[in-house]
């Protein structure tokens, strides 16, 4: 991750010689107020709007994303007009000189192929237009031409090449990190979609088959049965949010062990300790629910005498711990490393690798699953949550259904 940041850092720091350029258009002297030198006001106005600029590429090269970020990038480069094209047509144009658009796009042919930028002569017979040259700069990704980048200004400038050159690049790792949360996205879209397929058709099978045995002798009973497993299943088949609550998600468990306790009864002990300053905790989505699940598999299996199960959750100054503990069969500490390094997906592996490999991804390696156990010694996991992090929040599960 510090090498990423690092060269994040070095593809924006080319940004400041753009400076240099938007500081020759724009810098006064009697504008500068506390900021120094009009070096140091150009620094500062160009990372001032680059800032600006960003977010709205990180949403990817779109034509409402463009249109947001061009007026921007061409305060950047302080050209008198500036577009934003893909491989088929110019997205957004700020500034004058809008009726060039189709003489662009025939010129963006050949950067569009190669992915190198090039400048030339614009024609124009319209006497208020004063735009006669173009810089067009190529948007890559991975080596591959997303779009490009043009700015228009009324003669040649070789400082402009080199700026618009810049810009271009730092476009490009913007788009860059709209990849990567998409494809973020889709990994934590495919990981969930694992966790639903991994919910057992034995499980279902047999909470209906407990629900129909109590529809004659206790009806009332099957109904509660019944809102249960609709509750549970709901929950676990949504589809919006990357994140839920602690709250919601043990509210979820709840309706999970009030179907396992109709079926087990009497061998099944579970106990619940939560704090409540806990309970707004942010977390992935059908992160705990999977370890319960796996604590409940493992607690009974083998057993003909009672299992119990605990489950706390613990406020920690600045992080949430959870703890699930079984008193069952246990595992082989061997065994269980394979299963988190992807080495072996025995059943009920696929759970605890994806929820491990989650929270690594969203906290950081420091915040994977803690797993203790042996073979006859049940097992005890651990999972640390932080009470806050950028990009981690989720909406109440009323509002979010």
Same mark, same amino acid.
Do not use: M, Y
């Given at each position: 991750m510090s090498g990423f940041l690092a060269g994040l850092c070095v593809a924006v720091l080319p940004l400041l010689a753009a400076g240099f350029w938007l500081g020759r258009r724009t810098a006064r002297p009697e504008?500068? !107020? &506390?900021?120094g030198t009009p070096v140091e006001h150009a620094t500062f106005q160009t990372l001032h709007t680059a800032s600006l600029?960003? /977010?709205?590429?990180? $949403? !990817?090269?779109?034509?409402?994303? $463009?249109?947001?970020?061009?007026?921007?990038?061409?305060?950047l480069l302080g050209t008198d007009a500036l577009c934003l094209a893909d491989q088929t047509q110019v997205l957004a144009w700020d500034g004058v000189g809008d009726h060039h658009r189709a003489e662009i796009m025939e010129r963006l042919a050949g /950067?569009? @192929?190669? &992915?190198?930028?090039?400048?030339? =002569?614009?024609?124009?017979?319209? /006497?208020?237009c004063p735009l006669r040259w173009a810089v067009v700069a190529p948007l890559t990704v991975d080596d591959r031409v997303h779009g490009a980048l043009v700015a228009c200004a009324p003669r040649e400038s070789a400082v402009l090449v080199r700026a618009? &050159?810049?810009?271009a690049r730092w476009v490009s790792v913007q788009l860059e990190l709209a990849d990567l949360d998409q494809s973020r996205?889709?990994?934590?879209? $495919?990981? *969930?979609k694992a966790l639903r397929a991994q919910i057992s058709p034995h499980f279902?099978?047999?909470?209906?088959?407990? *629900?129909?045995?109590?529809? =004659?002798?206790?009806? @009332?009973?099957? =109904?509660e049965l019944l809102l249960e497993f609709a509750d549970f299943t709901r929950y676990s088949f949504r589809r919006? &949010?990357?994140?839920?609550?602690?709250?919601?998600e043990l509210h979820a468990i709840d309706h999970y062990l009030a179907l396992v306790r109709a079926r087990f009864g009497e061998r099944l002990s579970v106990t619940l300790q939560i704090?409540? @300053?806990?309970? /707004?905790?942010?977390?992935?989505?059908?992160?705990?629910?999977p370890l319960v699940e796996n604590a409940v598999k493992h607690g009974l299996e083998g057993k003909a005498d009672k299992s119990r199960i605990s489950i706390t959750a613990q406020d920690a100054g600045a992080e949430a711990l959870v703890v699930i503990e079984d008193d069952g069969t246990g595992m082989d500490p061997d065994l269980l490393r394979r299963i988190l390094a992807g080495e072996v997906s025995p059943s009920g592996g696929i759970g605890l690798s994806n929820v491990d490999d989650r929270l690594r991804q969203v906290y950081g390696d420091d915040y994977g699953l803690v797993i203790e156990t042996a073979v006859g010694a049940g097992m005890k996991i651990t999972a640390r949550l932080p009470k806050y992090q950028p990009g981690v929040h989720s909406a109440s599960r009323r509002s979010a259904e």
């Open positions: 504008s500068l !107020g &506390g900021l600029a960003a /977010p709205p590429l990180r $949403a !990817g090269l779109t034509g409402e994303t $463009a249109r947001r970020s061009a007026r921007r990038l061409r305060t /950067p569009l @192929e190669t &992915g190198r930028g090039e400048a030339f =002569r614009l024609n124009c017979d319209a /006497p208020d618009a &050159g810049e810009v996205t889709r990994l934590i879209e $495919a990981e *969930i279902i099978f047999n909470s209906l088959a407990v *629900i129909a045995s109590f529809v =004659r002798t206790d009806p @009332e009973r099957a =109904r919006h &949010g990357d994140f839920t609550t602690l709250a919601d704090a409540p @300053e806990v309970l /707004p905790v942010a977390l992935p989505f059908l992160c705990l629910q």
